[in-house]
């Protein structure tokens, strides 16, 4: 297995992680994207679209393991990085953790189109 196969692995990892925490613990996941849930709606709302969406997106390159799978998730990283930095720009949300995010994303989305 080559570095980059184990890295496009920890990408999926990674994404599945990330939605783990957003199911488990949206509070927490409240804090990391500054998002805030003023009842169960928006609480349902970052369990399924920040949780289960992408613990099944990551499950889905685990299991298929073709590139096609993990090129889909590589334009979902793509798509979110390009529309962060546009964010950034438009909405004047230049922060440290968006910088570190959109950084985290182009990597992800690299490696999984490599």
Do not use: C, H, Q
């Not at 949780?51 to 990283?77: C, E, K, N």
């Not at 950034?88 to 995010?101: F, G, M, Q």
Request: no cysteine; aromatic share 8%; proline share 3%.
């Amino acid at each position: 297995m080559s570095i980059l196969d184990i890295l496009k692995i920890v990408a999926a990892v990674g994404t599945i992680a990330a939605g783990a925490i957003s199911i488990i613990s949206p509070k927490s996941a409240e804090s990391f994207v500054g998002l805030s849930a003023t009842g169960p709606r928006g609480t349902s709302e970052i369990r399924s679209v920040l949780g289960a969406l992408f613990v099944g997106l990551g499950i889905a390159v685990l299991v298929f393991r073709t590139p096609d799978a993990y090129r889909t998730l590589g334009i979902g990283y793509g798509a979110i990085a390009l529309v962060r930095v546009l964010s950034i720009v438009l909405d004047r949300a230049s922060t440290s953790s968006n910088w570190i995010s959109f950084v985290s994303e182009v990597a992800f989305a690299v490696v999984l189109f490599l």
